[in-house]
């Protein structure tokens, strides 16, 4: 899937597109995307950090290094097979800290409730700030007729009453498995907030995602085209881009196309919305390579000594 959108991306620019693109690449101030980076890298430790306040209260504290190590490994094990990161984390801390598969599993599965609660809320936010544009590209998209409007939505209501009607009374597998799926959502975020230490995990939280903004923020100004979007923008630009991971493996192909749908709506021209997405996606790939491939390597030797004993 993401090797076909890398195609159609390319497909579409000319041969001038193209060398524009690269002399983006090699034009670039790229301290301004190690900047990025560097915040990309302070939120992974705070999301290390973080995990404690989740396995504390079941009797288990392990070691910093460890919890950081497992997560980078988590996001290099996305790159290949989406989600499987999660269980190779609570496999890493079930190896070498004694937690419980299953118990580490649980607590990340909480966190991730956190995570799905934190983006839904960057997304209200982006509607809010951006209101006027998101109507005005709606309107784009909907039936000049009024009435056409109106069925559409009427539609779309009817299929969510029928669908919520269904996953409350069916008996079939799938709809048994969403409803505990969603009931496991509704303890999880439960469970945030009688945590002990919930304040500092909700803070922890905040700061993680801060630092996901502040990490496209820093990057825009590596490139002139656009250097000049505002924070709204940015916000736009993060919650289509962190979207489009869920399409592909590590938003390969993906990302690059949704932050140059989002810049253009600000006036970014295609070319250089795409560059920039492409700055962005491969310097975070390339992080996440490098420190996951070394944490990957080094977790087994920082934890020789314990497994020798």
Same mark, same amino acid.
């Given at each position: 899937?993401?090797?076909?959108?890398?195609?159609?991306?390319?497909?579409?620019?000319?041969?001038?597109d193209?060398?524009?693109?690269?002399?983006?690449?090699?034009?670039?101030?790229?301290w301004?995307?190690?900047?990025s980076?560097?915040?990309?890298?302070?939120s992974?430790?705070?999301?290390?950090?973080?995990?404690?306040?989740?396995?504390?209260?079941?009797?288990?504290?392990?070691?910093?290094?460890?919890?950081a190590?497992?997560v980078i490994i988590?996001?290099?094990?996305?790159?290949?097979?989406?989600?499987?990161?999660?269980l190779?984390?609570?496999?890493a801390?079930?190896e070498y800290?004694?937690?419980?598969?299953?118990?580490?599993f649980?607590?990340?599965?909480?966190?991730?409730?956190?995570?799905?609660?934190?983006?839904?809320?960057? *997304?209200?936010?982006?509607?809010?700030a951006?209101?006027?544009?998101i109507?005005?590209?709606?309107?784009?998209?909907?039936?000049?007729?009024?009435?056409?409007?109106?069925?559409?939505?009427?539609?779309?209501?009817?299929?969510?009453?029928l669908?919520?009607?269904?996953?409350?009374k069916?008996?079939?597998?799938?709809?048994?498995?969403?409803?505990?799926?969603?009931?496991?959502?509704?303890?999880?975020?439960?469970?945030?907030?009688?945590?002990?230490?919930?304040?500092a995990?909700?803070?922890?939280?905040?700061?993680?995602? *801060?630092?996901?903004?502040?990490?496209?923020?820093?990057?825009?100004?590596?490139?002139?085209?656009?250097?000049?979007?505002?924070i709204?923008?940015?916000l736009i630009?993060?919650?289509?881009?962190t979207?489009?991971?869920a399409?592909?493996?590590?938003g390969?192909?993906?990302?690059?196309?949704? *932050?140059?749908?989002a810049?253009?709506?600000?006036?970014?021209s295609?070319v250089a919305?795409?560059?920039?997405?492409?700055?962005?996606w491969?310097?975070?790939?390339i992080?996440?390579?490098?420190?996951?491939?070394l944490?990957?390597?080094?977790?087994?030797?920082?934890?020789?000594?314990?497994?020798?004993?």
């Open positions: 899937m993401g090797v076909f959108l890398i195609w159609i991306s390319l497909s579409k620019l000319t041969d001038e193209i060398e524009s693109v690269k002399n983006s690449f090699k034009t670039a101030n790229y301004w995307v190690l900047l980076l560097l915040i990309g890298v302070l992974h430790f705070s999301r290390a950090y973080r995990w404690k306040f989740m396995l504390e209260p079941l009797g288990y504290k392990p070691k910093f290094l460890n919890s190590m497992a988590a996001y290099l094990v996305n790159l290949g097979i989406p989600r499987a990161g999660e190779s984390r609570a496999a801390l079930a800290e004694d937690v419980p598969f299953e118990k580490g649980g607590t990340i599965v909480a966190e991730r409730v956190a995570d799905l609660v934190m983006y839904a809320l960057f *997304i209200l936010l982006a509607f809010l951006q209101y006027d544009l109507k005005n590209e709606l309107a784009k998209k909907l039936p000049e007729n009024p009435l056409h409007t109106v069925l559409i939505l009427a539609v779309i209501l009817t299929a969510a009453f669908f919520f009607r269904a996953l409350k069916s008996k079939k597998p799938s709809f048994v498995k969403l409803r505990s799926f969603i009931s496991g959502i509704i303890v999880g975020v439960k469970s945030i907030f009688t945590m002990k230490k919930k304040w995990f909700i803070l922890h939280t905040f700061f993680i995602w *801060i630092m996901y903004i502040l990490m496209l923020y820093a990057a825009k100004f590596a490139i002139p085209e656009t250097a000049e979007l505002s709204n923008a940015v630009c993060f919650v289509i881009g979207f489009s991971y399409a592909t493996n590590g390969i192909g993906a990302y690059p196309i949704a *932050i140059q749908s810049a253009m709506l600000y006036g970014v295609a919305g795409l560059s920039f997405g492409w700055i962005m491969a310097s975070q790939t992080m996440v390579l490098f420190f996951g491939g944490s990957f390597l080094f977790l087994p030797l920082y934890n020789k000594s314990k497994k020798s004993s």
